[in-house]
């Protein structure tokens, strides 16, 4: 049986039809219709009688395939992918060593319920997540389906872990869309509007946030204001967790100051606060460090992880202190999918990519051509009012020249005249004016470049009055 299956996933590799779709879609850009085609209007047209409407779209072009740093619509355009599903993709699209794992282990078993009757892939995953997360410590992890799931059980195992209520989040956060984490969330619309009311004891605190703080602040002064705050409105002693992105995502791309992170994981530590990192969206190589945490050296008691953790299968996971996790006798935590074993072979398997490709390097090397090209793009764009971020998060800042004031406009017509051309942006941002770039790691270079040179001509092509 294992020869069979080792035999049929090495032909998913050669053979262009499955499996290894870096071999077949061709890593470039191409437009054979306008956007959206024929095709997808018409899979719009039967979205829109079958779909719910809250569920939005960037782009109203439907996929048909996937590679590398490329998606293929169902009219045959191929369009250069800056945005890798929401920092998902991280290892490639349909990379041929998660599809190959994914298809081997789906003709084996697709489903038992780690609760019912346990399997390795599981256990190995939380092997491998103790291993590589920051801190020394002994470690425990548990497996989850999606990020905001993996967010809702940190909390539950700090409030058991410490006997306290309160969740200390901060201003621009993004947490999730769930009850508890929308509470979370900062951002009103789309994310919590006429969907109260929402879950108690959540405080939220003021982020540092260079652009927009008074000048000089220091990340320890940011974090003295956050600190005083939480004492003055909560007190210390009723805080079970403290919950930060390390760099925001949906929020905006928020890099704190130096120090801020520091000085809050050591005013956790001294009063008995559980320090959470929410890394969904930064782990996983994509800032240019396996976790976004680690360029300061900060160590998190726990970390929420999902995102660009198995290659596009749906996963999430908390690791933390083994004497926190721990705290939670059995049948505390689980689910009925819950670390699906489709989605455990496919993580292990895009941690080998990972690895295998030096994509952390990559991200480093991305990282430097993306704020290179932007802060030059930055002056001669006055609207570009701040660049932003780390290896393969970065973002710009879009303002009305000469002020800080936000211009979602002037970004959602960038963003749009960069999918007109075919090149795949997101925004974000409490005030909708972040045009955020989280390309696969894996992206080949040239593409890199000519996604960045459409986006300066959209930049640049026209500036509103
Ligand atoms: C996306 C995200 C979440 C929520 O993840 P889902 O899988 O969409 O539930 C939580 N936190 C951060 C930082 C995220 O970026």
Same mark, same amino acid.
């Given at each position: 049986? !294992?020869?069979t &299956?080792a035999?049929?996933?090495?032909a998913?590799?050669?053979d262009?039809?499955?499996?290894?779709?870096?071999s077949v879609v061709?890593q470039?850009?191409?437009?054979?219709t306008?956007?959206?085609?024929?095709?997808?209007r018409e +899979?719009?047209a039967r979205?829109?009688a079958?779909?719910?409407?809250?569920?939005?779209?960037?782009?109203?072009?439907?996929a048909?395939?996937?590679?590398g740093?490329?998606?293929?619509d169902?009219?045959?355009?191929?369009?250069?992918d800056?945005?890798?599903?929401?920092?998902?993709t991280?290892?490639?699209?349909?990379?041929p060593?998660? @599809?190959?794992a994914?298809?081997?282990?789906?003709a084996?078993y697709t489903?038992?319920?780690?609760?019912?009757?346990?399997?390795?892939?599981? %256990?190995?995953?939380c092997?491998?997540l103790? #291993?590589i997360?920051?801190g020394?410590?002994e470690?425990?992890?548990?497996l989850f389906?999606?990020?905001?799931e993996?967010?809702?059980n940190a909390?539950?195992? @700090?409030r058991?872990a410490?006997?306290r209520d309160?969740? $200390?989040?901060?201003?621009n956060?993004y947490?999730?869309?769930?009850n508890l984490?929308?509470?979370?969330?900062a951002?009103?619309?789309?994310?919590?509007? *006429?969907f109260?009311?929402f879950?108690?004891?959540?405080?939220?605190a003021?982020?540092?946030y260079?652009? #927009?703080d008074?000048e000089g602040?220091?990340?320890?002064?940011? @974090?003295d204001?956050?600190?005083?705050q939480?004492?003055a409105?909560? /007190?210390?002693h009723?805080?079970?967790c +403290?919950?930060?992105?390390?760099?925001?995502?949906? /929020?905006?791309?928020?890099?704190?100051?130096?120090?801020? +992170?520091?000085?809050?994981?050591e005013? =956790?530590?001294?009063?008995?606060? $559980?320090?959470?990192a929410?890394?969904?969206q930064?782990g996983?190589?994509?800032? *240019?460090?396996?976790?976004?945490?680690?360029?300061?050296?900060? $160590?998190?008691?726990?970390i929420t992880t999902?995102?660009g953790?198995?290659?596009?299968m749906?996963?999430? @996971?908390?690791?933390?202190?083994a004497?926190?996790? !721990?705290?939670?006798?059995?049948?505390?935590l689980?689910?009925?999918?819950?670390?699906?074993?489709?989605?455990?072979v496919?993580?292990?398997?895009?941690?080998a990519?990972?690895?295998?490709?030096g994509l952390?390097?990559?991200?480093?090397?991305?990282?430097?051509?993306?704020?290179?090209r932007?802060?030059e793009?930055a002056?001669? =764009?006055?609207q570009?009012?701040d660049?932003?971020?780390?290896g393969g998060? %970065?973002?710009?800042?879009i303002?009305?020249?000469?002020?800080?004031?936000?211009?979602?406009?002037?970004?959602?017509r960038?963003?749009?005249?960069?999918?007109a051309?075919?090149?795949?942006?997101l925004?974000? /941002?409490?005030?909708?004016?972040v045009?955020?770039?989280?390309?696969? &790691?894996?992206?080949?270079d040239?593409?890199l470049?000519e996604? &960045?040179?459409?986006?300066?001509?959209?930049i640049?092509?026209?500036?509103?009055?």
């Amino acid at each position: 049986m !294992d020869s069979t &299956l080792a035999s049929s996933s090495a032909a998913g590799h050669s053979d262009t039809t499955s499996g290894g779709s870096e071999s077949v879609v061709r890593q470039k850009r191409e437009l054979v219709t306008e956007l959206p085609g024929p095709k997808s209007r018409e +899979l719009a047209a039967r979205r829109a009688a079958a779909v719910a409407g809250g569920v939005g779209s960037v782009i109203p072009v439907y996929a048909a395939r996937a590679g590398g740093g490329v998606v293929v619509d169902v009219d045959g355009n191929s369009l250069i992918d800056l945005g890798s599903g929401i920092a998902v993709t991280t290892v490639g699209n349909a990379d041929p060593g998660v @599809a190959a794992a994914v298809a081997q282990q789906a003709a084996l078993y697709t489903h038992t319920c780690f609760t019912v009757t346990p399997y390795e892939p599981y %256990v190995e995953v939380c092997e491998l997540l103790n #291993r590589i997360t920051p801190g020394d410590f002994e470690k425990r992890t548990a497996l989850f389906n999606s990020g905001a799931e993996a967010v809702e059980n940190a909390v539950k195992i @700090a409030r058991r872990a410490t006997g306290r209520d309160t969740v $200390v989040v901060f201003e621009n956060a993004y947490h999730g869309r769930t009850n508890l984490t929308m509470a979370m969330t900062a951002k009103n619309v789309p994310y919590k509007d *006429g969907f109260g009311p929402f879950a108690g004891e959540v405080h939220r605190a003021p982020m540092s946030y260079p652009f #927009r703080d008074p000048e000089g602040m220091t990340g320890a002064q940011a @974090a003295d204001r956050a600190i005083r705050q939480i004492e003055a409105e909560v /007190g210390a002693h009723n805080v079970a967790c +403290l919950v930060i992105e390390p760099i925001q995502g949906e /929020g905006g791309f928020v890099v704190p100051a130096p120090g801020f +992170l520091g000085a809050l994981a050591e005013y =956790c530590r001294d009063r008995g606060i $559980v320090f959470i990192a929410d890394e969904i969206q930064s782990g996983f190589a994509r800032t *240019g460090d396996l976790f976004a945490c680690e360029f300061e050296g900060v $160590v998190p008691d726990l970390i929420t992880t999902a995102k660009g953790i198995a290659g596009g299968m749906p996963l999430s @996971a908390v690791t933390g202190r083994a004497e926190l996790m !721990d705290a939670v006798p059995p049948g505390g935590l689980g689910g009925t999918y819950a670390g699906n074993p489709v989605a455990c072979v496919a993580a292990l398997a895009a941690h080998a990519r990972v690895e295998d490709d030096g994509l952390v390097a990559a991200a480093r090397r991305i990282g430097e051509t993306l704020l290179t090209r932007l802060t030059e793009l930055a002056k001669t =764009c006055p609207q570009l009012g701040d660049v932003r971020g780390r290896g393969g998060m %970065v973002a710009v800042e879009i303002v009305r020249p000469g002020t800080t004031d936000p211009d979602p406009v002037e970004t959602a017509r960038i963003s749009a005249a960069c999918h007109a051309a075919g090149v795949i942006t997101l925004t974000c /941002g409490t005030f909708g004016n972040v045009l955020r770039l989280l390309p696969p &790691l894996v992206i080949d270079d040239g593409l890199l470049a000519e996604g &960045l040179d459409v986006l300066a001509v959209a930049i640049s092509g026209q500036r509103t009055a």
